[in-house]
């Protein structure tokens, strides 16, 4: 599956911002889908993931009641709304897919096996 993320910017503090992938090349709806993030100098980290039946989603602390993630079947679309944005939001946003996700790893990166190029989100204070 190739992934095709876009929708990130500048945005002040307070702001909001609705960042989408899209899926292609496979069926959307057997991949379990995640959202990842990398600030400069630090490590990639989990933001937030959502099985393949759309039902069951998984937050960061960090984000949690902040941002929501969706997945809209008939478009091979996984979106991430983000609200409240903080200047700690800033980042590049990955999209992910994995077919394989259990529980107890989908908070992991290399669980992973198919990323987008990542898109910048820039939160100014």
């Known amino acids: 599956v190739q992934l095709q993320a876009y929708g990130g910017g500048l945005v002040q503090a307070g702001g909001s911002l609705r960042l989408s992938c899209v899926a292609s090349?496979?069926?959307?709806?057997?991949?379990?889908m995640g959202w990842f993030r990398q600030a400069p100098g630090k490590e990639r980290e989990f933001v937030a993931t959502?099985?393949?039946?759309?039902?069951?989603?998984y937050y960061a602390d960090s984000v949690k009641d902040r941002f929501t993630i969706s997945r809209d079947t008939a478009k091979n679309t996984v979106y991430l709304q983000m609200n409240s944005l903080k200047p700690e939001d800033t980042a590049v946003y990955y999209c992910a897919a994995t077919a394989t996700a259990i529980l107890s790893t989908v908070r992991v990166a290399s669980a992973y096996n198919y990323w987008g190029q990542g898109t910048q989100v820039t939160v100014s204070s």
């Open positions: 959502t099985f393949r039946s759309g039902n069951n989603k």
């Open positions: 090349g496979s069926s959307f709806s057997r991949y379990t």
